[in-house]
């Protein structure tokens, strides 16, 4: 007989409150540390564990005899936004305080800035917004995007920042 094993949860000590050192940093591109503050903001998110907003969607409705809507099924889904001329985002949190100043009836998913990143890009969205009823908005796109779901880190080079690759980013055989 096949033994089955649940996993514990990634983050068994969570409390809901945001990384010190992501706030920290948010908090100074947030006060317009220009580019330097947002290479850092960067840098202190691709470790940290972010809060992914789950929210029902109602799926059928039934209507009775006397014509009133019922709920007859709903799903659970992650939140995407749109901006006007039609690029979408994954919303991500830093902490259930964040969550709630959105949308205090959404359900917190803890992951890997990463995970959040790699599902923005399953989504096709161009952007993983982060915190974006404040304390600051915070976007993630373009390569930067496409770099934190492939796992790559940031790094001083020569001339700048890169992102390089390390070895839990590379694909696995």
Not at 33 to 46: I, M, P
Not at 120 to 128: I, Y
Request: charged share 20%; no cysteine; aromatic share 4%.
């Amino acid at each position: 007989m096949n033994e089955r094993v649940l996993q514990g949860p990634a983050f068994p000590d969570d409390d809901g409150s945001a990384d010190p050192a992501l706030a920290t940093a948010l908090g100074a591109y947030g006060a317009g540390g220009g580019n330097d503050a947002y290479v850092s903001a960067l840098a202190a998110l691709q470790s940290a564990r972010v809060l992914v907003p789950v929210v029902a969607v109602l799926g059928e409705v039934e209507i009775d005899e006397a014509g009133l809507a019922h709920d007859k099924s709903s799903d659970m889904a992650a939140v995407l936004t749109q901006t006007p001329d039609g690029r979408k985002g994954l919303l991500a949190f830093t902490s259930t305080a964040s969550l709630a100043a959105w949308n205090p009836e959404a359900r917190p998913v803890p992951v890997a800035a990463r995970t959040a990143a790699q599902a923005a890009v399953q989504e096709d969205a161009s952007a993983l917004v982060v915190d974006i009823a404040g304390p600051t908005r915070f976007v993630v796109d373009g390569e930067s995007l496409r770099a934190l779901a492939a796992g790559y880190r940031l790094a001083r080079v020569e001339g700048g920042l890169a992102w390089v690759r390390t070895d839990d980013s590379r694909p696995s055989e």
